[in-house]
């Protein structure tokens, strides 16, 4: 098939686009390289070893996707082109909604007058809320506690209302738990500008001597050894999740979570990178981060059941892989 992916330079859509291109679709990218670099498509090509084609535009910019839909025959659309820092989304909230929203409608637009039946959508399990986990797709979603998490969830009923008076039209919502690592090659990852946010960017860091210490924030949450519990899962685990959610599509609205169905506590993730790199992190316990929950994993039996789908790759993997980008990167 021949697969619109928006957000194609970024960290999950670089991955997804090598998936893709690796079980034999062809792949157009457009990305306004808002939080990427154009050197990230030439890495697609050489790890591939596959021509694809790439436009910078703003996917916000209804002229400019439909020039796409126009020039090309697009069998199906994965949507990951959004900002998605949680605290910046606090500060900017119009930006957020405005980019998140205005972008998924452009696109569902252009696919009902495009006569494009698939669409798969990057959702977060942020949209879960504070619930008891695992988290399952057929909880009630809680409110989440920034704009961020608030454009998935409205973006998820976006899609939803489209398709219950459009049946032909057929959605895969993901949602993605903390995705981490990088691809094998060491060639694409995820590079964050400015101090990371994220916890394994910021180990990496720590490791590297870019960093000084790592924080850890909280320890006495319930948890095993009370910091806070994620399901981390590898972002090519992540990628190929996306390949058999598109390969299933058939009508209707599909909500899948893309985790491991194992929760790692955060020094859990400190001793893994010490297994994978013979690295110990040097941390010190500090405050509670602001909005955090306790526990966030999956139940991912669901993706397991329909699409054939399960993360194979552990959290030791995951580790060694942001740590092989991390010596990679200038
Ligand atoms: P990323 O920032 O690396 O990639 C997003 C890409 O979209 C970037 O290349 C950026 O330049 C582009 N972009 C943003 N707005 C655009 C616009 N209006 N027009 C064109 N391009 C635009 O982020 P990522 O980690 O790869 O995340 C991809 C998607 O998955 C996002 O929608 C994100 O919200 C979602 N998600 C990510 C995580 C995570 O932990 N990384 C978790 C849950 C959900
Ligand atoms: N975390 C931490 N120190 C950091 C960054 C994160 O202790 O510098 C913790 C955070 O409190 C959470 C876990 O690591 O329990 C994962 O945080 P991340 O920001 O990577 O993901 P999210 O909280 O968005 O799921």
């Known amino acids: 098939m021949n697969i619109l992916v928006t957000g194609g330079a970024g960290y999950i859509g670089s991955h997804t686009c090598v998936a893709l291109l690796e079980a034999g679709h062809s792949v157009i ?17 050489q790890i591939t070893n596959t021509e694809i084609t790439f436009y910078q535009i703003d996917v916000t910019d209804e002229t400019a996707v439909g020039a796409i839909f126009s020039q090309h025959e697009i069998n199906g659309v994965i949507h990951f082109a959004g900002l998605k820092a949680v605290g910046e989304s606090v500060e900017k909230p119009l930006e957020y909604y405005c980019n998140n929203l205005v972008s998924t409608m452009v696109l569902a637009k ?3 007058k495009y006569n494009v039946s698939r669409f798969v959508f990057s959702s977060s399990a942020a949209v879960y809320g ?5 988290f399952v797709e057929t909880m009630n979603l809680l409110p989440t506690t920034n704009p961020y998490g608030e454009t998935k969830a409205m973006c998820e009923r976006i899609l ?33 500008n400015g101090i990371p946010n994220n916890l394994m960017p910021y180990v990496t860091q720590v490791a590297k001597g870019k960093l000084k210490k790592l924080k850890v924030f909280g320890n006495d ?19 190929e999740g996306h390949v058999a959610a598109l390969d299933h599509l058939m009508g209707g609205v599909h909500i899948y ?8 506590s955060v020094l859990e993730l400190v001793s893994a990178f010490a297994e994978a790199t013979e690295i110990k992190v040097p ?6 981060r602001p909005g955090d929950i306790a526990s966030c994993y999956a139940d991912a039996s669901k993706a397991k059941r329909e699409l054939g789908w399960v993360a194979k790759r552990d959290i030791v993997a995951m580790c060694r892989d942001a740590w092989r980008f991390e010596n990679k990167l200038l």
């Open 257 to 264: 979570n893309l985790g491991t169905g194992r929760g790692t």
């Open 130 to 134: 504070d619930n008891t986990v695992p």
């Open 110 to 112: 252009a696919c009902q």
């Open 283 to 288: 941390y010190e316990i500090a405050d509670r």
């Open 29 to 45: 990218v457009a990305d306004n390289l808002n939080n990427s670099k154009a050197e990230t498509i030439d890495k697609i090509k």
């Open 221 to 239: 949450y319930p948890t095993v050894d009370g910091t806070g519990v994620r399901d981390y899962i590898h972002v090519v685990d992540v990628a």
């Open 160 to 192: 939803t209302d489209i398709v219950k008076v459009n049946p032909a039209f057929s959605v895969s919502l993901l949602r993605y738990f903390n995705p981490v690592g990088a691809h094998e090659s060491g060639l694409i990852g995820e590079a964050p």
